[in-house]
């Protein structure tokens, strides 16, 4: 199996800063790209970010220049440090895994953390 965990989420300040942090575990062959998504209620889930293994990155436009995705290779572990965070980037973030599970098919997958929320106070 393969685990998707999140954390460093919280409240802030209109300004504020926070780091994310997702760390893929598990019987893993190889990690394609990894995400931020967020999502607000009654809403769909949209991308803040990737990377790719070869670090390439894609930023909504909505967090450019403000949010910077970053990745250990090394630790399977993406990080997103969000800085000059606004009300509007109040919701749960979700990291995504692009990944081959080990196994008898080897197969690229979608594997999704459980959220973390943010919230940002004007």
């Known amino acids: 199996q393969v685990r998707v965990v999140e954390s460093g989420g919280g409240l802030v300040q209109a300004g504020g800063s926070l780091r994310l942090s997702c760390a893929a575990s598990g019987s893993i062959v190889s990690i394609h790209a990894m995400g931020w998504y967020r999502q607000t209620a009654g809403n769909q889930r949209e991308l803040v970010a990737d990377i790719t293994s070869g670090g390439r990155t894609n930023y909504a436009d909505s967090v450019k220049g403000r949010f910077t995705i970053s990745r250990d290779n090394a630790k399977n572990t993406v990080y997103l440090q969000m800085n000059t965070l606004k009300p509007e980037d109040t919701a749960v973030y979700y990291c995504?895994?692009?990944?081959?599970?080990?196994?008898?098919?080897?197969?690229?997958?979608?594997?999704w953390g459980q959220g973390t929320q943010v919230t940002v106070s004007s």
């Open positions: 995504k895994t692009v990944a081959v599970e080990d196994g008898i098919v080897l197969r690229v997958q979608d594997y």
